[in-house]
Nanobody, 117 residues
């Protein structure tokens, strides 16, 4: 049972990236799925989550309108489309599975996103 992120990279401000999170050993879509990030010297921040029967979504104010969370049940994958990236988006991004947007049980190892100005 694990989550593996990919897609992190170095990108210029204003650019885009798509992060992926591959789940194995369990049905990812049966859980609330979330993206978090942690910048050096800062606390971990919840970026977005998706879940529930209606697949409702939540976005942090700092990324609202720029990031889009989505999932592919058939592929057991979670994605984070990131547009109009800013230097302050620089962080290690983690995906997670849990019971609600504030309670997660399984975490990936993280993928580095660096946005240059």
């Amino acid at each position: 049972v694990r989550l593996v992120e990919s897609g992190g990279d170095l990108v210029q401000a204003g650019g885009s990236l798509r992060l992926s999170c591959a789940a194995s050993g369990f049905a990812f879509d049966d859980y609330v799925q979330g993206w978090f990030r942690q910048a050096p010297g800062k606390e971990r921040e919840g970026v977005s989550c998706i879940g529930g029967a209606d697949r409702g979504t939540y976005y942090a104010d700092s990324v609202k309108g720029r990031f889009t969370i989505s999932s592919d049940k058939a592929k057991n994958m979670l994605y984070l489309e990131m547009n109009s990236l800013k230097p302050e988006d620089t962080a290690v991004y983690y995906c997670a599975a849990g019971t609600n947007c504030n309670d997660y049980d399984l975490w990936g190892q993280g993928t580095q996103v660096t946005v240059s100005s």
